[in-house]
C-alpha cells in the first residue's frame, strides 16, 4: 500500500454549480436524517475510519450537529442499503465565520467500510454538491491527501484546491503528483 504524508487541505467551489444526478445501483437510495439517528450517524462515520469508536463520534456529532437537529433534517443526507440499513452520510452544512460567511460546507462525507468500492461515493457526494448549490452560492470542504479517491470526486464536481490554507502546498503538490488531474497540474505548475 502507498504511504501517503497525511497533510490537511481545503478546496472551494466558488460559485458552486449543480451537477448532473448519479444513479446509485439498484436497491440503494437517499433520505434525509431524522432526529433519534444520531448514533447511525456515529456507526457509520466510525466504520468509514474517521473516529477510532463511536462515543468519540457521537460526542463529535452532539457538539458540532446536535444544536442544529432542525437544519440536519434538510441538510445531512443518508444512504440507504437495500436491507435498509443506513450505510453512507454526506452532510450540506454551512459555516458563517468562513471569509466572511455565507458559504456552504460539504461536510462529513463518508461511508460504511463494507459498503466501499460498490460505486456509491459519487452519487453520494453528487446529491449533497446539488443540495449545497440549492442553498448557497459557494462553497468549501476540507479533505486531507491521504484521500485519494475523494480528492479526485471534490475536483470532478467543481471544487478546486483553495492554496491559502497554511502549509497546505505541500499537500497540493502530493496530490498532484499522485492524482495527475488537469486542475492540479495548472494549480502546481506541473
Given at each position: 500500500m502507498l504511504a501517503i504524508k497525511p497533510v490537511r487541505v481545503r478546496m472551494v467551489a466558488d460559485p458552486i454549480s449543480p451537477v448532473e444526478e448519479l444513479r446509485f445501483p439498484a436497491g440503494y437510495h437517499l433520505r434525509y436524517f431524522r432526529p433519534g439517528e444520531e448514533g447511525?450517524?456515529?456507526?457509520?462515520?466510525?466504520a468509514a475510519g474517521e473516529f477510532a469508536s463511536v462515543d468519540e463520534a457521537l460526542a463529535r456529532f452532539n457538539s458540532e450537529f446536535a444544536p442544529h437537529l432542525e437544519q440536519m433534517q434538510s441538510r445531512c443526507l443518508f444512504l440507504v442499503g437495500p436491507d435498509?440499513?443506513?450505510?453512507g452520510t454526506a452532510t450540506a452544512w454551512w459555516n458563517d465565520e468562513f471569509r466572511g460567511?455565507?458559504?456552504g460546507r460539504l461536510h462529513w462525507v463518508g461511508i460504511h467500510r463494507d459498503f466501499q468500492g460498490l460505486g456509491l461515493a459519487r452519487p453520494l457526494v453528487v446529491a449533497a454538491?446539488?443540495?449545497l448549490a440549492q442553498l448557497h452560492e459557494r462553497a468549501y470542504l476540507t479533505s486531507k491527501t491521504t484521500s485519494?479517491?475523494?480528492i479526485k470526486l471534490y475536483l470532478d464536481y467543481g471544487f478546486s484546491p483553495d492554496l491559502s490554507l497554511e502549509g497546505s502546498g505541500e499537500?497540493?503538490?502530493i496530490l498532484a503528483d499522485l492524482l495527475q488531474h488537469p486542475k492540479l497540474q495548472a494549480t502546481t505548475g506541473k
Open positions: 447511525d450517524w456515529a456507526e457509520i462515520e466510525t435498509g440499513r443506513l450505510i460567511g455565507g458559504w454538491v446539488n443540495r485519494l479517491k475523494a499537500g497540493w503538490q
